[in-house]
């Protein structure tokens, strides 16, 4: 069966980096756009970043443009997201998304999400 499975997660001071990693098994990980969402406490879901099947486009919110990068390792199976410049703002829990369109507006598959807490 399809998994996501993210890491990376943890506690933070404000102003320093994170890495997230979410492994994809049980899927052909090059048909699919991976996305990463985060729900912060209390909060709706929100978009944080996307990039396509074969890592030539990507995709940010604005509150994240110029912080993080998304990335992906098609021989890894793996998509990343590089958290730098954390704020409190950034405390949620993040998750893990997969489709076969970018920027569509239904997913997949989703992953059970790692805590990310910044601290100030």
């Known amino acids: 069966q399809v998994q996501l499975v993210e890491s990376g997660g943890g506690l933070v001071q404000t102003g320093g980096s994170l890495r997230l990693s979410c492994a994809a098994s049980?899927?052909?990980?090059?048909?699919?756009?991976m996305y990463w969402f985060r729900q912060p406490p209390g909060k709706e879901r929100e978009f944080v970043a996307a990039?396509?099947?074969?890592?030539?486009?990507?995709n940010y919110a604005d509150s994240v443009k110029g912080r993080f990068t998304i990335s992906r390792d098609n021989a890894r199976n793996t998509v990343y997201l590089q958290m730098n410049s954390l704020k409190p703002e950034d405390t949620a829990v993040y998750y893990c998304?997969?489709?076969?369109?970018?920027?569509?507006?239904?997913?997949?598959?989703w992953g059970q999400g790692t805590q990310v807490t910044v601290s100030s």
């Open positions: 998304a997969a489709n076969r369109v970018l920027m569509a507006p239904r997913f997949d598959y």
């Open positions: 990039i396509n099947s074969i890592g030539s486009s990507t």
């Open positions: 049980g899927l052909t990980f090059t048909y699919y756009a």
